[in-house]
């Protein structure tokens, strides 16, 4: 695959029984130091991305590389991680801060800021949200 393998873009099938024995295809991937990154195949499904996380978690998939496979793996393999993918200066970004880790079921949205701008903050528990965001 050369010097920099390509960005591997994998569906909800994450995680296959047979005889017995569980695999997990992104674990495997990452294991042998290929980028993997979660796919859907349709617009609709991009919402159950991090539920597809969470399940190859449990299966095996280090918790680093399933934030990287949501984050920066898609970036690369569209060819834009130079502008997003990861919190650095300089680069455009969302970023949605949660009460614990964003792979478990039980973590809550405390903050999300869209485009610099605070569009939804629960932390102190009282939610509110900018006046340009009905959402």
Do not use: C, Y
Request: net charge negative.
């Amino acid at each position: 695959l050369g010097a920099q393998p390509p960005t591997v873009l994998l569906g909800p099938g994450l995680v296959e029984r047979e005889d017995g024995e569980v695999t997990n295809l992104h674990a495997l991937l990452a294991d042998a130091g290929v980028g993997v990154a979660f796919a859907t195949g349709d617009h609709d499904g991009t919402r159950w991305l991090p539920a597809h996380a969470m399940h190859a978690i449990r299966w095996g998939l280090d918790p680093d590389t399933a934030l990287r496979a949501l984050t920066l793996e898609p970036a690369r393999a569209f060819g834009i991680d130079a502008r997003i993918g990861s919190l650095e200066r300089g680069k455009d970004a969302d970023l949605v801060v949660f009460s614990g880790n964003p792979f478990e079921p039980t973590s809550r949205v405390l903050l999300v800021i869209r485009n610099g701008r605070v569009v939804r903050d629960a932390r102190d528990g009282a939610v509110s949200r900018t006046a340009k965001d009905p959402r």
